[in-house]
């Protein structure tokens, strides 16, 4: 089941998403007009004052275009693109490809158990992968035929996959990926394209490029859609990320900024304002890191009320996609290249 709220607002749909987000990530402002972007950046350069000199962004030697990052067991970093899956065994500085990857297999997506099961979601019909051996063998399990653009992990290691198109809709396996089950029906919608799976507790939060955002409770047995997030009013179309941080609390990355919630998604406050963000990840410590348009990175030691500036802006580096390592150091991905900044 899923129901709607009457009062969301107006959704962008998914070409306009798109088309929106580049022009942003050129210009490295949110698509508000040029006084209210003013305006944001005023209050946001008021609310998290710089606090000295900011990391930079260096080239590495990794692939363009990755789709996700994974810190695996071992410390070792997984970079997933459509050109195959890649190791990093330096922090993230050189990378390796993995050999003889499974026929059909166009990585979209990385998650990994708490017991060592790593997931990957593929392109193309792909459906989803798995490897038992952190990354370094994959084979198929299941949902032939499904463009899985997420998969996720919960707190019971339910793998989830959350497939796109007009037969998407989310997936969830009791059993290592051995079998799925449908805990959201098709849309049938063409614009229906997953862009991220996060969990809380046992509720599972989704997001989709036409600014849609949705809620399962007990592990996606009851859907609804995240109506509160749409009626905050600092809320700016479009969202796209919902993280869920190990101390509680909600993040909700939008062009306005990140809105955080500390009550399951019942109600929002703003906890950033000013920069439109575009990634909100966390760290193995409950740090979380969240990149922006424009390429400054901000980092939360307090489960996401507060933020600070820890990387310089690099204009023009739209990001494919965004990590951080187990030393700190932070991964971004672009059409030009990969990146990489030492915080500590």
Request: glycine share 24%; aromatic share 12%.
């Given at each position: 089941m899923h129901a709607r709220t009457s009062a969301r607002r107006a959704l962008l749909p998914a070409a306009v998403a798109l088309v929106s987000l580049a022009a942003c990530a050129r210009e490295a402002t949110a698509p508000a007009g040029a006084a209210a972007l003013a305006g944001a950046a005023a209050l946001a350069a008021t609310a998290t004052p710089t606090p000295g000199p900011l990391a930079v962004w260096l080239p590495t030697q990794g692939p363009a275009f990755v789709n996700a990052f994974l810190t695996v067991g071992d410390g070792d970093v997984l970079a997933a693109s459509e050109a195959g899956v890649f190791r990093s065994t330096d922090d993230g500085r050189g990378w390796t490809a993995v050999a003889a990857l499974p026929e059909g297999m166009a990585p979209s997506s990385l998650a990994g158990a708490p017991?060592?099961?790593?997931?990957?979601?593929?392109?193309?019909?792909?459906?989803?992968?798995?490897?038992?051996?952190?990354?370094?063998?994959?084979?198929?399990?299941?949902?032939?035929?499904?463009?899985?653009?997420?998969?996720?992990?919960?707190?019971?290691?339910?793998?989830?996959?959350?497939?796109?198109g007009w037969e998407g809709g989310v997936y969830r396996s009791d059993d290592v990926g051995a079998a799925w089950t449908q805990v959201l029906p098709p849309l049938n919608r063409r614009d229906f394209i997953v862009t991220g799976l996060s969990f809380w507790k046992s509720d599972v939060y989704l997001t989709t490029h036409a600014d849609d955002a949705w809620y399962g409770v007990n592990g996606g047995e009851l859907w609804s859609f995240l109506g509160s997030l749409y009626e905050s009013p600092e809320y700016l179309a479009p969202a796209l990320q919902i993280t869920a941080l190990t101390g509680g609390s909600l993040l909700?990355?939008?062009?306005?900024?990140?809105?955080?919630?500390?009550?399951?998604?019942?109600?929002?406050?703003?906890?950033?304002?000013?920069?439109?963000?575009?990634?909100?990840?966390?760290?193995?410590?409950?740090?979380?890191?969240?990149?922006?348009?424009?390429?400054?990175?901000?980092?939360s030691t307090d489960d996401g009320a507060t933020w600070t500036p820890v990387v310089r802006a690099r204009h023009g580096l739209y990001a494919t996609a965004f990590g951080v390592t187990p030393s700190g150091a932070v991964l971004v991905t672009t059409p030009e290249g990969m990146y990489r900044a030492a915080l500590r």
């Open positions: 017991s060592g099961t790593l997931y990957a979601g593929s392109y193309n019909g792909g459906g989803v992968f798995r490897s038992l051996d952190g990354g370094a063998h994959w084979e198929h399990a299941g949902l032939a035929g499904a463009d899985v653009r997420a998969v996720g992990v919960d707190g019971q290691e339910r793998a989830y996959a959350g497939a796109s909700a990355g939008h062009a306005g900024g990140i809105l955080r919630s500390v009550d399951g998604g019942a109600s929002w406050k703003p906890a950033l304002t000013g920069p439109g963000t575009q990634w909100i990840v966390a760290d193995a410590q409950g740090g979380a890191y969240a990149y922006t348009w424009g390429g400054t990175v901000y980092r």
